[in-house]
């Protein structure tokens, strides 16, 4: 899960605060000038991944309410949810999966800044390329396979092919009983709305341009199916439109997110 700043005074009423992030990266003084931060070409982009990140937040607030203690981040990325809401994350034993290079250089960032590595976040390194289970090395880490929680990984299916997918669903099936798996998809593009087909287009140039090409699209049938074949118990879809309506309606402004980008929510 990426790391996203929305907090400048374009952005209120804030969907998501992430100051940690923009700390992390440091970017120069004159970031919201950037092409990628023209309101007019990246907003809805942007207002995506504000979206998911918001509605994955969510989601392990309501299950610790229910007793779920463990969240597990698949290509944590920049993600600084343990570093941003303590009183929560507290509650949790957070597992941030990535590759090693990441995550020793979000270490460095976090100890430079005075942040450290809070007791309750566990950093998993995996190396995917050489084809490491991060489901072994989760559980050497300390994760418990026989208490529930929740799974994230959003912003990666399109990378992957559909076996890894479904690799992925299928070692989800066997969490402990009350597991949810929250992942993100991408439509096929005839499925995207109209006035975004160019962006996402130019988005897929670059992807494939720096080595990392879209692979897999799906619709939410699709992955609903491939959710089944996988053994899960329970599967629902949760679209853009939702999200817009949970965290945008009432904007003055004008910012929501593009259908485009939807949501499987998977429970074992």
């Known amino acids: 899960m990426e790391s996203f700043t929305c907090t400048d005074r374009y952005s209120l009423p804030h969907v998501l605060e992430d100051e940690v992030g923009l700390k992390l990266v440091a970017p120069e003084d004159e970031w919201h000038k950037r092409p990628d931060m023209d309101p007019k070409f990246t907003s809805g982009f942007r207002a995506s991944i504000v979206a998911r990140a918001r509605f994955i937040e969510d989601l392990v607030t309501e299950q610790l309410d229910k007793g779920v203690n463990q969240y597990v981040i698949l290509g944590a990325g920049l993600d600084t949810f343990a570093e941003r809401r303590p009183k929560i994350?507290?509650?949790i034993k957070v597992f941030e999966v990535d590759q090693s290079e990441t995550q020793n250089w979000k270490k460095k960032r976090l100890i430079e800044l005075g942040y450290?590595?809070?007791?309750w976040l566990q950093l998993v390194p995996v190396d995917f390329e050489a084809g490491s289970s991060w489901w072994e090395k989760l559980k050497a880490a300390g994760f418990d396979a026989n208490r529930p929680a929740v799974v994230?990984?959003?912003g990666v299916s399109q990378y992957l092919t559909k076996e890894?997918?479904?690799a992925?669903?299928?070692q989800v099936a066997q969490l402990a009983p009350g597991s949810i798996l929250a992942?993100?998809?991408l439509l096929p593009f005839e499925q995207t709305e109209s006035k975004i087909k160019n962006e996402v287009k130019e988005a897929e140039k670059g992807a494939k341009s720096s080595g990392t090409p879209f692979i897999s699209l799906f619709t939410s049938d699709e992955m609903i199916e491939l959710s089944r074949v996988a053994g899960i118990r329970e599967a629902r879809h949760v679209s853009s439109a939702e999200l817009n309506q949970r965290y945008f309606s009432g904007r003055t402004d004008g910012l929501s997110l593009p259908k485009g980008e939807e949501?499987?929510?998977a429970t074992t």
């Open 164 to 166: 890894a997918i479904l």
């Open 263 to 265: 949501f499987l929510i």
């Open 89 to 91: 994350a507290s509650r």
């Open 168 to 170: 992925t669903l299928r």
């Open 116 to 119: 450290g590595i809070p007791e």
């Open 152 to 154: 994230a990984s959003t």
């Open 183 to 185: 992942m993100t998809f």
